[in-house]
């Protein structure tokens, strides 16, 4: 590497702050509710783990959705079964 790449190469990495951080404003978020919507987008979300091959053949919610309506269009809905804690809530 010939000495002026080199020097400038040092020069780029100093410690000053980029001046196009300055262009960025700031967001204040103190008087913000931390959950406000939760409840809300729970109540219209339903969130599955998926095996990692499964997940090679479905990779977004589109396909599951589809995939999903094939299968009781043509086998009907499963029975319901009790819903189970799953072990995720706080003790």
Request: charged share 30%; glycine share 6%; hydrophobic share 30%.
């Amino acid at each position: 590497m010939p000495v002026k790449q080199l020097h400038e190469s040092v020069d780029n990495m100093s410690n000053k702050p980029d001046e196009r951080d300055d262009d960025i404003p700031e967001t204040d978020f103190s008087s913000g509710v931390r959950g406000k919507y939760y409840e809300r987008a729970m109540r219209g979300t339903n969130v599955v783990l998926l095996e990692p091959d499964v997940a090679k053949v479905f990779r977004d919610s589109a396909v599951v959705s589809q995939a999903l309506r094939e299968y009781l269009s043509e086998h009907g809905a499963p029975p319901i079964v009790p819903k189970q804690d799953g072990g995720l809530t706080s003790r």
